[in-house]
């Protein structure tokens, strides 16, 4: 059946490094969905991916969408300590949850 | 404000016991999930219904059981037949082709 990975697993950096977390399906996507869950807390939405090679940024965020539309990358400029939790990427039709990349900032 | 409520927050079970976890939403969203979550695991889905008076089973339905009687509300039972309930379970809702929208969880404990 289809499969989300997500690699990191685990990710620490100094507060002010950049953070890059990659999603990877092993079918095709009809679209990609990111969300971020602070500890303790609950996942939530941050943005969705349709088309092949989209490109688009929240602030210090930036999401991409493979041209294959297989694989999708989530990248944090210069972290921050606000920035800690765990980020997981979820792939469309039943929607299939990567494992999730747990973010750590140290100040 | 909209949004969805699950209750209760924490959940202690007795061994052979069932339990009924609630999980309501006013978004007016058609489709609703249940997801269990297992301490630093991803999401894993229990059941889902896309429409009022059906639902489909996840890939760890095994010891679980839903309903849909009403479109606001998709309450989950933790059955005796499930022999490792002890984790944190997210209901969610959405619109097709949106973001999901979680409740806050409910964290069951087997006692």
């Known amino acids: 059946g289809q499969q989300v990975m997500q690699i990191p697993q685990y990710q620490h950096v100094q507060e002010g490094e950049d953070f890059t977390t990659y999603c990877n399906s092993s079918?095709?996507?009809?679209?990609i969905q990111w969300y971020k869950q602070r500890p303790g807390g609950h996942p939530v939405f941050l943005i969705q991916?349709?088309?092949?090679?989209e490109v688009k940024k929240q602030k210090r965020l930036t999401f991409q969408f493979g041209e294959a539309k297989k694989n999708s990358s989530l990248h944090i400029t210069a972290t921050q300590t606000t920035d800690v939790g765990t980020y997981f990427c979820?792939?469309?039709?039943?929607?299939?949850f990567g494992a999730g990349t747990r973010l750590f900032v140290k100040a | 404000d909209g949004g969805i409520t699950q209750s209760p927050k924490y959940l202690f079970r007795k061994e052979g016991q069932n339990v009924t976890l609630s999980c309501e939403q006013n978004?007016?969203?058609?489709?609703m999930y249940w997801y269990r979550q297992d301490p630093g695991q991803g999401l894993r889905l229990i059941y889902y219904?896309?429409?009022?008076?059906?639902?489909q089973k996840g890939d760890i339905a095994e010891g679980y059981s839903v309903s849909r009687e009403k479109k606001e509300s998709f309450p989950l039972t933790v059955t005796s037949a499930q022999k490792n309930p002890t984790a944190f379970y997210l209901c969610?809702?959405?619109?097709?082709?949106?973001?999901?929208?979680f409740g806050s969880g409910t964290r069951l404990t087997v006692v």
């Open positions: 969610a809702s959405s619109e097709q082709g949106d973001g999901y929208t």
């Open positions: 079918t095709t996507l009809s679209n």
């Open positions: 991916l349709v088309k092949s090679g």
């Open positions: 979820a792939g469309a039709t039943k929607t299939i």
């Open positions: 978004l007016n969203h058609d489709a």
């Open positions: 219904s896309q429409i009022v008076n059906d639902f």
